[in-house]
């Protein structure tokens, strides 16, 4: 497997991997509307977050497919 596979899997799994930890993590704390007032509107906020996300790191593929070596 070269560099290049190696790289844009680790890209891929923290795609993956970073929303789903954020997920977990923000639910688990957040559980009383009392601490957080914004609780209803945080699956709203995740997916404004997620669409950011989905483009930086596609321009992350496209930059370590475009400089690495086939």
Do not use: N, W
Not at 27 to 35: A, D, R, T, W
Not at 51 to 69: D, L, N, Q, R
């Amino acid at each position: 497997m070269s560099f290049r596979k190696v790289i844009i899997i680790c890209l891929i799994l923290t795609t993956i991997i970073a929303p789903l930890i954020q997920l977990s993590v923000g639910f688990y704390y957040v559980k009383s509307i009392e601490l957080c007032p914004l609780q209803h509107d945080i699956m709203l906020l995740m997916a404004i977050g997620g669409v950011f996300e989905a483009i930086f790191f596609s321009a992350a593929f496209g930059f370590v497919y475009s400089i690495t070596p086939a």
